[in-house]
């Protein structure tokens, strides 16, 4: 799975982009220290950063990005020199985009700043509550993070996604975090023995218990994740690229990848979650491999020409 790595990269990019335009050049070395870059991560975001731009793909409308001798110069296109004026709807979805990340709880100043400033443009005559908040946020949300904060293990009763399972378990919470509209906590689960994470409106029961924990000298990176157990299945799937997204966001490996194709193996506790995401994904994904999950996407099929006819 590779979406926190993705949003990683992209927040780097974003650091760098100003860090270099405000110095028209900067060693490599202060670049790699700076920003915790191997030689290949750089190389691999200038390429990125090189083909960014408007269409029309002119010299003035694509950024210049590139290694002279020892220096990282990054020049921005033309169309920068002016600043952009977005259109409402643009103006609305940042505005929104900022509202939801303070709704977390995680905003800076900085942000909190900007949104104000937006908002006075955008909304002038907006009530000063207007708030965008995150689905699922229960008490359980604030109770995770004091636990986390003081090192405190957790005793949880949890509905399991796939399965619809639920078992009692002892979690020692690292961070608690949202994304794509849910909130989570990352954990050790004592159950297992390693590092799960679960989310919040899945939990049944909490109580915090007296017992404490040592975390880790260094925390893991959360996300959402998934890690196959004994009697899980795999398929395998060609994805066509309008449905590449599914590498963000689902537990696969990468087989084999071209330019029209890109084959996966898709791991998941039982058939139902592969063979709903087939039923999505339409003519974008081809089933390549996989009995259980065949005969699941046919049992789903004929349930839905059942209802429909």
Partial sequence: MTSSRTVTRLARILALIPYVLDRDSV??????????????????????????????????????????????????????????RLTPPEALGLLASGLTVLGTGEGSPALESAVRKLTKVT????????????????????????????????????????????????????????????????????????????????????EVLDETYEPPAKLPEPGVGYSPAE???????????????????????????TKNKTRIEFH??????????LFRLGGDAKLVQGEEVLSRTKELGATLLKRYS
């Fill in 27 to 84: 060693d490599i070395e202060e670049i790699k220290s700076r920003f915790n870059y191997t030689e290949a991560q750089l190389s691999k975001d200038l390429n990125t950063i090189f083909v960014c731009g408007l269409p029309g793909y002119g010299p003035g409308d694509l950024m210049e990005a590139y290694v002279d001798e020892d220096e990282v110069v990054i020049d921005a296109a033309d169309y920068f020199s002016k600043a952009p």
């Fill in 123 to 206: 909304m002038p005559e907006a009530d000063t509550s207007l708030v965008v908040d995150v689905m699922d946020r229960s008490e359980y949300v604030g109770i995770l993070r004091e636990a986390a904060s003081a090192s405190r293990q957790v005793k949880i009763v949890y509905r399991s996604v796939g399965k619809e399972e639920e078992t009692t378990r002892i979690i020692e919470p690292w961070s608690v975090f949202t994304t794509l509209g849910r909130w989570y906590v990352h954990a050790r689960c004592q159950l297992v023995d390693d590092a799960r994470t679960f989310r919040v409106d899945r939990i049944r029961e909490l």
């Fill in 231 to 257: 009697g899980d299945i795999s398929c395998v799937i060609d994805l066509t690229p309008r449905a590449r997204w599914v590498l963000e966001y689902y537990p696969v490996d990468v087989i084999a990848e």
């Fill in 268 to 277: 998941a506790p039982d058939a139902e979650v592969p063979a709903r995401l």
